[in-house]
């Protein structure tokens, strides 16, 4: 059993960088694809970015392309959201998830998921 939890989200000025952990409690994420999905007030959950267990290409959405980098670390279990150039739309809960072997970008491939951090991009 895999169980996320995110931290690092805060509130940040637009300009601004955050970086995002994922830590896993229970099985090792080196045999899981990991993702970063959010979700904006009134909005449905979008995804973010994602990277396959072997490493390989990360996936992105184009809204944060150039600007947001996801890493993983097997060793530690975690896998991070660096967020650079951060804009006010960014502004939502930033959710952690995995799923077996190979990333996917739809919610409904992604078996388990963190609670959620929130980013909140304002002046």
């Known amino acids: 059993q895999v169980q996320l939890v995110e931290s690092g989200g805060g509130l940040v000025q637009p300009g601004g960088s955050l970086r995002l952990s994922c830590i896993s409690s229970?099985?090792?994420?080196?045999?899981?694809?990991m993702a970063w999905f959010r979700q904006a007030p009134g909005k449905e959950r979008e995804f973010v970015a994602a990277r396959s267990v072997s490493g390989g290409t990360t996936y992105y959405a184009e809204f944060v392309k150039g600007r947001f980098t996801l890493s993983r670390d097997n060793a530690k279990n975690t896998v991070y959201l660096q967020m650079n150039s951060l804009k006010t739309e960014d502004t939502a809960l930033y959710y952690c998830a995995a799923r077996a072997l190979i990333a996917r970008t739809a919610i409904s491939d992604y078996a388990y998921w963190g609670q959620g951090t929130q980013v909140t991009v304002s002046s």
């Open positions: 229970g099985r090792s994420i080196s045999s899981y694809a």
